[in-house]
């Protein structure tokens, strides 16, 4: 059974940095990808990037292309998540989750999530 623990996130003035991590115990994640999500109040989640385990391919959504940044490192079991040029709309809860692919938003298995506040 695949256990995902999720840190990092916290509060950063706008156009701040932040990194979030995501270290993955249990099984290994073979031909599994892993993606990271938000969910703001009262929306609905969001995916944010994805990557596939194995060959390393990402995918983001538009809205953080060329500011979050998607990655892995293999031999540490752990994912992460930089994000720069923060903006007060990227406030949300963050989730890293497992997916089948690094652009599906289909998840099984899901992290407790972790706060962003992003101040103006």
Do not use: H
């Amino acid at each position: 059974q695949v256990q995902l623990v999720e840190s990092g996130g916290g509060l950063v003035q706008a156009g701040g940095s932040l990194r979030l991590s995501c270290v993955v115990s249990g099984r290994t994640l073979g031909t599994y990808a892993m993606g990271w999500f938000l969910q703001a109040p009262g929306k609905e989640r969001e995916f944010v990037a994805g990557i596939s385990w194995i060959a390393g391919s990402t995918y983001y959504a538009n809205s953080v292309k060329g500011r979050f940044t998607i990655s892995r490192d293999n031999a540490k079991n752990t994912l992460y998540l930089q994000m720069n040029s923060l903006k007060p709309e990227d406030t949300a809860v963050y989730y890293c989750a497992r997916t089948p692919s690094s652009y599906s938003s289909d998840t099984d298995v899901t992290s407790q999530g972790t706060q962003v506040t992003v101040s103006s």
